[in-house]
């Protein structure tokens, strides 16, 4: 995850990508930047995607 305006970056590593990993991983980068912004764009991952 890469913040827009400072450009901080998160990285994490797993060996799968179901939503539920997806999800805990949000919730840790959200945990190291230290609060959560108010859009999130995705790059078009399909765990995201709704149509």
Not at 27 to 45: E, H
Request: glycine residues 6%.
């Amino acid at each position: 995850m890469i913040l827009g305006y400072s450009r901080m970056r998160y990285v994490e590593f797993t060996t799968d990508i179901f939503t539920e990993n997806v999800i805990k991983m949000h919730l840790n980068a959200f945990s190291f930047f230290g609060g959560f912004t108010d859009i999130i764009l995705y790059d078009n991952l399909k765990q995201v995607v709704i149509d």
